[in-house]
Nanobody, 120 residues
Framework: QLEETGGGLAQVGESLRLSCIAS????????MSWFRQAPGKEREFVAS????????YYADSVKGRFTISINNAKNSADLQMDSLKPEDTAIYSC???????????????WGQGTQVTVAS
């Protein structure tokens, strides 16, 4: 139901754009979120957006560098990542939830993930 695209290799300071394409939409309001998991680390919250409200939330580590948005034409939640750093290297996954949460355990609808590697 969720498919991520756009991962890859970038140099420090460069940009990448990820898309989370949703097949179909559930009834009612919900949030689309991005998480990431680096090797040997726990999955962490990156950003979230209300599909209809447009409210956005960001982790402190990406605030001012990453932008989450809704693309209604593609039925996707996109994550624009600018000024990339080596510590942004991780597998990025998108997920959907009815109510906003930064806890990955609260989500039960996930994409398969896409690798982002930032080389120094």
């Amino acid at each position: 139901q969720l498919e991520e695209t756009g991962g890859g290799l970038a140099q420090v300071g460069e940009s990448l754009r990820l898309s989370c394409i949703a097949s179909g939409r559930p009834f009612g309001a919900y949030f689309m979120s991005w998480f990431r998991q680096a090797p040997g680390k726990e999955r962490e919250f990156v950003a979230s957006i209300g599909w209809y409200s447009g409210y956005t939330y960001y982790a402190d580590s990406v605030k001012g560098r990453f932008t989450i948005s809704i693309n209604n034409a593609k039925n996707s939640a996109d994550l624009q990542m600018d000024s990339l750093k080596p510590e942004d290297t991780a597998i990025y996954s998108c997920a959907r939830i009815q109510y906003y949460s930064e806890d990955p355990a609260a989500y039960n609808t996930w994409g398969q993930g896409t690798q982002v590697t930032v080389a120094s």
